[in-house]
C-alpha cells in the first residue's frame, strides 16, 4: 500500500514555471517505478514522466525539454520542474506508483500498469 499526496499547482502565465509535489507514505518494495500523468477536461489521462528507483527517467515527447522529473528518496516524496509552460498544459496533474517486479513488456508511460494514485493537483496556464 502506497499513499500519495500531491501539491504544488496553481496558476501562471505562459513561459512560466512551477513545482509539483508528490508525497509518498513509507513502503517497503524493494523497486517503485513513480511518474506524473494529468488529465484535461474531455481528454484521456496520459503518462508525461516516470522515474525508476535506479533513477533512469521517460518522459513524453510534449513535454521532453520543458519538464523534468526527480525523486529525493530521503523525504521518500516526487518533484515535477515544469519550464516553459504552454496553455496546452493546463491539465490535472496526478502522481502514480507501481511496485515490481515488471513484465518485460512494462510500458512507463500508460496509466494502466499504476496500481496506486494520489488525489491530483491543478496547474492552469493563461496566454
Known amino acids: 500500500q502506497i499513499r500519495l499526496v500531491e501539491s504544488g499547482g496553481g496558476s501562471v502565465q505562459a513561459g512560466g514555471s512551477l513545482r509539483l509535489s508528490c508525497a509518498a507514505s513509507r513502503y517497503r518494495y524493494s523497486r517503485v517505478i513513480m511518474g506524473w500523468f494529468r488529465q484535461a477536461p474531455g481528454k484521456e489521462r496520459e503518462g508525461i514522466a516516470t522515474?525508476?528507483?535506479?533513477?533512469?527517467?521517460n518522459y513524453a515527447d510534449s513535454v521532453k525539454g520543458r519538464f523534468s522529473i526527480s525523486k529525493d528518496n530521503a523525504k521518500n516524496t516526487l518533484h515535477l520542474q515544469m519550464n516553459s509552460l504552454k496553455p496546452e498544459d493546463t491539465a490535472m496533474y496526478y502522481c502514480?506508483?507501481?511496485?515490481?517486479?515488471?513484465?518485460?513488456?512494462?510500458?512507463?508511460?500508460?496509466?494502466?500498469?499504476?496500481?496506486?494514485w494520489g488525489q491530483g493537483t491543478q496547474v492552469t496556464v493563461s496566454s
Open positions: 502514480a506508483a507501481t511496485p515490481g517486479p515488471y513484465s518485460p513488456a512494462f510500458q512507463a508511460l500508460e496509466r494502466y500498469e499504476y496500481n496506486y
Open positions: 522515474i525508476d528507483s535506479d533513477g533512469s527517467t
